[in-house]
């Protein structure tokens, strides 16, 4: 499975520099059996540089979507990850957005931390030039970074770029057998009907969170918010145009304090987070 | 404003939460277009309907496109799922949207699963116990309705009727199921809620006289939570928001709790405690606000009485005294009383943290902290709600009905439980079944969307009590492990295919419909026409003569169509209820939901009796009660007070919150000792011992709802992990290693569990979360985790018939 061997990538870190919270709090292997994860956000916590805000007006129809989470309101509930599923009907085992957890400290001091984590759509994201055929590329009007399910061969390779475990083939595995009802369900990525069907897209295509982009209407503005953000118990996920001073997002990270995930790799995540 | 490593750990680590204070507030604006009119969302049709994954009833939209349901997202009309005060609701709805939980998305599945049951099954093996294969064979309606009603028919002309044994769901369709018990004549119809929190109920109606105090965590600036964990075990879909909304604004968050639950994470300040001693450590936190008299005078002089033989219980129950039953440090409960004490608003609640058999006192002393420090029916404190809806409409039944009714329930009701709920007792029932000691044998269960043996602890003794009956009907969406001792068993509709009204979880008058999203998937009747159908075939009648299962409500016309004669059935509960519309026009409303613009009130208890009232009105001691036809004294309206002006007080025999029962003098409990007349600590009954050193507690999670979502393949894979949480240091004391197979062993019985080690648990406790351990659900759910009901006696708190469900002490050892 993907996942596994990403999580593996990721406890066997060559980077000396990449020093996880989990690796200093506990055992790997004590915490991924008590939260059951696939893969481990290697949460690193590097100075970095303040997000630039109002340096370049944005032209109008273009936007940089991103997201701002709050980790003081998310419970870990994992609702983004269902409403996801609802949402993109992706198959058993794949996940756009997970929540990983971690538990610090010593009892009686002791808390549990979570950090919901979809695809970061880093404004240099590695999956890019690891493609082989240009199959996935970071969207010019919107920041954010697709799979062109026509073009992908499946090869995998943006897989093992992606530091974040965000990405993972679809094998054709099925909730249910045959023409169940869910499975006659398309889903709506890209704003296409894809059914899932034995070797019909995206069944072996690589697949990621797309930020809900069938949402967008013909002028790139989202008619819902992204199924995550929609959902929230904790209204934890903020989701708006980053470059877009006066949206939302914009304001709480020039309010609030901050964090992206694996600052240290250049990635530059456009998913921040609010601690 | 980024952060470099060093500030992050010190905002978000151990002694961190909470350092940026009420500056870092998030800005509530309008967020994106909500031109929906194009795209995947335009299609079809969007259906409001309410959740029932679990009890919370939470507003959902649903898409449907080509008759099947594509999308469930959040319904931002509905308060059930959002906010349990309205102020809440009605600033914040708009602008930050409503929510919904993993299982609410999840919902889908539920209605898809490969698994549920298509057609009514008869057993065709005789013999019934666990792992007994029922030989299931498939039959028709015809033939399932045939079987059935002729096996009531033959109970109730016999004059048995009460010998029918009802178990249904809480939060659906419970008036029809009622109705026709009572038509019926049984009076032996029970429902969820005495496994959840009748414990609670019982202890905030001794205290105050009312049943579900709700709290306003918006308003509050300190939160002092026992045995809850309400940003995770999400019946209110909400409170994940509310409480974090409330920290924002300020409040200090404290969770009493021996496992590091989700709330307790997210507290300021989590404090393990031994199991069952929550009580101890309340009595010694008032002991400290009396004490140093940092108690409210003003609220206590006037509205709670018995507060000197309160203040004189807890004398000697000091930090000392409770630091040693509770292990929670003298010095920390000084700190936490003087803080708690020291802040108003705050609010302080408990939940089924106390299913222990010391639970209701341990209850009551919990809520004499909100009393002594005067924070009851203000914002940001305990406040008794009015969440009017739909109204059940009396029914009276025939001389027939009437002659088994007179019979006692089996579980002995008011007379046996002193604060009996009308849920019934569970464990009573299962308990007197299984020993025969019963004024009668029941014959007969109908058991409607329950699974005794996976909710009821003691599994064995219930194995034991389903033997005794001769015929059990079970309704459910899929195979369970009670169903397996059905003789039939019918396939169930799910929450999306079938009506109901919903007001849950909010303090103002709210209704919230259900209604059927799809047709059911197999052509079964919802479950209220299924039991309309069993009306009509039986014939029943209301005293009047009137043919209740085929008359239509609002046309007073004979209606055949089942579906239409329900739809007539709600439209008469919402006309005569609050919204006084029908089911047409609540249809209509946005989201479905009728919302009055009333919303929360507090200080009611300082509600002014109208004059009208008055007038017909009986004044004794200071209280005032209604007249009854014959002018003799009826139901309690509320009290007098020193400046002469009649309010509505609380509901209690004093017309205060009492810390001194006088109402208990003279009264037992189920087992016969007498009702304490204070809060007083009392050990729980089972204790660890030298062989059985270990608590085990169970809990829940965000993921599932009791036994009944495990077979939910989205839900499935949120949690993979069910093992036993052990503290790493109790097993390393062990030699227990994290994924170690273990035996988890108690005098009734042993399951094998994965241990899984954490921090996040107090060491002399173990704890899984409750619900796994299926082997007769569907594919998803067999075989995963264990069930913990093996190693409990089958057990109720013996004031009000709460289920012990955390009562237990167990040993380990590797498999």
């Known amino acids: 499975m993907a996942a596994e061997a990403l999580c593996d990538r990721a406890a066997g870190s060559p980077d000396p520099q990449v020093e996880t919270i989990v690796d200093r709090a506990m055992d790997r292997k004590v915490f991924l059996k008590l939260t059951g994860l696939t893969t481990l956000a290697l949460l690193t916590l590097r100075p970095g540089q303040v997000l630039a805000m109002g340096t370049a007006p944005p032209a109008v129809k273009k936007r940089r979507y991103g997201m701002a989470i709050d980790l003081k309101r998310c419970v870990a509930c994992r609702a983004c990850t269902m409403a996801c599923k609802l949402e993109n009907k992706t198959p058993p085992g794949m996940f756009y957005t997970r929540v990983d957890e971690e538990e610090l400290g010593e009892y009686p001091n002791v808390r549990r931390r979570s950090i919901p984590t979809p695809c970061l759509h880093c404004e240099n994201p590695p999956c890019v030039p690891a493609c082989p055929i240009q199959a996935t590329f970071k969207r010019e009007n919107d920041g954010i970074v697709v799979v062109d399910y026509e073009k992908c061969k499946g090869l995998g390779a943006c897989v093992t770029a992606c530091p974040y475990g965000a990405r993972a083939l679809d094998l054709g595995d099925s909730y249910h057998e045959g023409k169940s009802e869910f499975n006659k369900i398309p889903s709506d990525e890209y704003g296409k009907k894809w059914v899932r069907e034995d070797g019909q897209p995206p069944i072996g295509k690589v697949r990621k969170c797309t930020f809900c982009t069938h949402l967008q209407d013909g002028q790139g503005n989202y008619t819902d918010l992204p199924a995550c953000a929609r959902t929230c118990m904790g209204?934890?996920?903020?989701?708006?145009?980053?470059?877009?001073?006066?949206?939302?997002?914009?304001?709480?990270?020039?309010?609030?304090?901050w964090v992206r995930l694996k600052e240290e790799l250049g990635t530059r995540p456009s998913v921040y987070y609010l601690v | 404003m980024q952060l470099d490593r060093r500030q992050f750990l010190k905002l978000t680590g151990l002694a961190g939460a909470g350092l940026l204070g009420a500056g870092a507030l998030t800005p509530a604006k309008a967020r994106l277009g909500k031109g929906a009119g194009q795209g995947p969302f335009a299609e079809g049709a969007w259906l409001a309907s309410c959740c029932n994954m679990c009890g919370g009833q939470t507003g959902i939209m649903c898409q449907v496109v080509d008759g099947r349901l594509v999308r469930i997202k959040p319904n931002v009309h509905n308060p059930n799922g959002f906010s349990n005060i309205s102020e809440d609701f009605f600033a914040n709805a708009a602008t930050e949207g409503a929510v919904m939980c993993p299982k609410g998305n999840a919902g889908i599945m539920a209605l898809y699963d490969p698994d549920r049951l298509k057609t009514p099954l008869r057993r065709t093996t005789p013999e019934k116990g666990i792992g007994v294969d029922p030989g299931w064979k498939a039959i028709s309606w015809e033939e399932a309705y045939g079987e059935i009603v002729s096996r009531l028919k033959a109970l109730r002309e016999s004059g048995e009727a009460h010998k029918l044994l009802w178990f249904s769901e809480d939060h659906s369709f419970t008036h029809v199921q009622a109705d026709f018990c009572k038509l019926y004549g049984t009076p032996n119809y029970n429902m969820h809620s005495n496994l959840c929190d009748v414990g609670r109920k019982a202890s905030f109606k001794i205290l105050m006289g009312d049943e579900r105090p709700l709290i306003d965590a918006i308003n509050a600036r300190y939160m002092l939570i026992f045995g809850w964990n309400p940003l995770s075990a999400t019946k209110w879909a909400h409170l994940p928001r509310i409480v974090t909304r409330g920290i924002e604004q300020g409040a200090k968050l404290v969770v009493v709790d021996p496992h590091l639950s989700y709330t307790a994470s997210k507290a300021h300040e989590w404090i393990p405690i031994r199991p069952g001693t929550d009580g101890a450590l309340a009595l010694a936190l008032a002991h400290v606000i009396l004490r140093d008299g940092l108690y409210d005078t003003a609220f206590v002089n006037e509205w709670v009485t018995g507060f000197e033989p309160f203040k004189d219980y807890v004398k000697d129950k000091t930090p000392q005294w409770a630091g040693e039953i509770t292990t929670v440090p003298a010095e920390r409960i000084e700190k936490l009383a003087r803080e708690f004490a020291g802040t108003k608003p705050a609010l302080v609640d408990v939940w089924s943290g106390t299913h222990h058999s010391n639970g209701v006192y341990a209850g009551w002393a919990i809520g004499a902290l909100a009393a002594i420090t005067g924070n009851i029916e203000k914002p940001g404190t305990l406040v008794m709600p009015e969440a009017k809806g739909g109204k059940h409409i009396e029914v009276e039944a025939d001389e027939t009905a009437k002659n088994t009714l007179k019979q006692p329930r089996l579980d002995g009701g008011k007379d046996r439980w002193p604060y009996f709920h009308k849920s019934g007792v569970y464990t009573e029932i299962i308990n007197r079944l299984g020993d025969g000691n019963t004024p009668y044998q029941p014959k007969m269960a109908m058991v409607v969307f329950q699974n005794l043996l996976m909710s009821v602890m003691g599994t064995k003794n219930v194995e034991k009590a389903l033997k005794t009956l001769e015929f059990i009907v079970v309704v459910d969406t899929m195979m369970s492990e009670t169903a397996e001792f059905a003789d039939i068993v019918l396939p169930g509709t799910t929450y999306l295919e079938r009506y109901d009204l919903n007001t849950h979880w909010v303090t103002w008058p709210v209704v919230g419909l259900r209604q059927p999203v799809v047709q059911p998937l197999f052509g079964q009747p919802a479950e209220s026409e299924f039991v309309c159908e069993l009306g009509r075939r039986m014939g029943l009648k209301e005293a009047n003569g009137n043919d209740l299962f085929r008359l239509g409500r609002m046309s007073g016309q004979n209606i055949e169509d089942k579906s239409r004669w329900y739809e007539e059935w709600l439209s008469k509960e919402l006309k005569e209820g609050e919204p006084?519309?029908?089911?047409?026009?609540?249809?209509?409303?946005?989201?479905?939901?009728?919302?009055?613009?009333?919303?929360?009130?507090?200080?009611?208890?300082?509600?002014?009796?109208?004059?009208?009232?008055?007038?017909?009105?009986?004044?004794?001691?200071?209280?005032?009660?209604?007249?009854?036809?014959?002018?003799?004294?009826?139901?309690?309206?509320?009290?007098?007070?020193?400046?002469?002006?009649?309010?509505?007080?609380?509901?209690?025999?004093?017309?205060?919150?009492?810390?001194?029962?006088?109402?208990?003098?003279?009264?037992?409990?189920?087992?016969?000792?007498?009702?304490?007349?204070?809060?007083?600590?009392?050990?729980?009954?089972?204790?660890?011992?030298?062989?059985?050193?270990?608590?085990?507690?169970?809990?829940?999670?965000?993921?599932?709802?009791?036994?009944?979502?495990?077979?939910?393949?989205?839900?499935?894979?949120?949690?993979?992990?069910?093992?036993?949480?052990?503290?790493?240091?109790t097993a390393a004391s062990l030699g227990i290693r994290s994924g170690d197979w273990i035996w988890v062993e108690s005098p009734h019985g042993r399951i094998k569990m994965r241990a899984e080690l954490t921090e996040g648990i107090h060491p002399e406790v173990v704890g899984t979360q409750h619900g796994w351990g299926h082997w007769a659900m569907g594919r998803t759910a067999k075989g995963r985790g264990a069930h913990t009901g093996f190693l409990a006696p089958t057990q109720a708190d013996p004031i009000s018939g709460q289920a012990l469900n955390k009562e237990i002490c167990v040993r380990l050892s590797k498999a």
Do not use: C
């Open chain 1, 235 to 257: 209204k934890a996920i903020h989701f708006g145009d980053l470059s877009d001073p006066a949206s939302e997002v914009s304001q709480l990270l020039g309010q609030r304090p």
């Open chain 2, 580 to 729: 006084k519309m029908t089911l047409e026009e609540l249809k209509n409303l946005p989201g479905a939901t009728w919302v009055s613009t009333k919303g929360t009130r507090y200080h009611k208890h300082l509600d002014v009796i109208p004059p009208e009232k008055m007038a017909d009105s009986i004044v004794e001691g200071g209280l005032v009660f209604s007249k009854k036809k014959d002018g003799s004294k009826d139901k309690p309206l509320g009290m007098v007070r020193a400046d002469g002006t009649a309010v509505r007080g609380f509901l209690t025999p004093s017309g205060k919150v009492e810390l001194y029962a006088a109402k208990h003098e003279g009264k037992k409990n189920a087992e016969g000792e007498p009702l304490k007349l204070l809060p007083e600590y009392e050990p729980r009954q089972w204790q660890p011992s030298a062989e059985y050193p270990l608590y085990l507690i169970n809990w829940k999670e965000a993921s599932q709802t009791h036994s009944r979502t495990q077979n939910n393949a989205f839900l499935a894979e949120l949690k993979v992990t069910d093992g036993l949480r052990i503290n790493t240091k």
